[in-house]
């Protein structure tokens, strides 16, 4: 079984930054990218970035890009989520996914259903 851990998650002011990690652990005999996708309330998840595993290629959100930055770890089995310039509407429950294959189609990754194990979440809160 695979564990995902999200921490970093708290109340921050409109304009501030937050770092979100989560970290993977267990039985994990194939990681090819891990994705994050955050939940506001009344709201579909939706999808926030994406990191290929083996050559860091990523992607972000519209919503996002420009501010949320993504990136791993290998060594420590470990993604990240830097949010910067935060808005209130960024307030969301924050869910990092892993996915343990290859996509089967473009665009694959911004899709839930696509991937294998989900965290918890951590929430962030950004205040007006």
């Known amino acids: 079984q695979v564990q995902l851990i999200e921490s970093g998650g708290g109340l921050v002011q409109a304009g501030g930054s937050l770092r979100l990690s989560c970290a993977a652990s267990?039985?994990?005999?194939?990681?090819?990218?891990m994705g994050w996708f955050r939940q506001a309330p009344g709201k579909e998840r939706e999808f926030v970035a994406v990191?290929?595993?083996?050559?860091?290629?990523?992607d972000t959100a519209n919503s996002v890009k420009g501010r949320f930055t993504v990136s791993r770890d290998r060594v420590k089995n470990t993604v990240y989520l830097e949010m910067n310039s935060l808005k209130p509407d960024d307030t969301a429950r924050y869910y990092c996914?892993?996915?343990?294959?290859?996509?089967?189609?473009?665009?694959?990754?911004?899709?839930?259903?696509?991937?294998?194990?989900w965290g918890q979440g951590t929430q962030v809160t950004v205040s007006s």
């Open positions: 990191i290929g595993w083996s050559d860091g290629s990523t």
């Open positions: 267990g039985r994990i005999f194939m990681l090819y990218a």
């Open positions: 996914a892993l996915r343990t294959g290859p996509w089967r189609s473009n665009g694959a990754y911004s899709r839930q259903e696509n991937y294998d194990y």
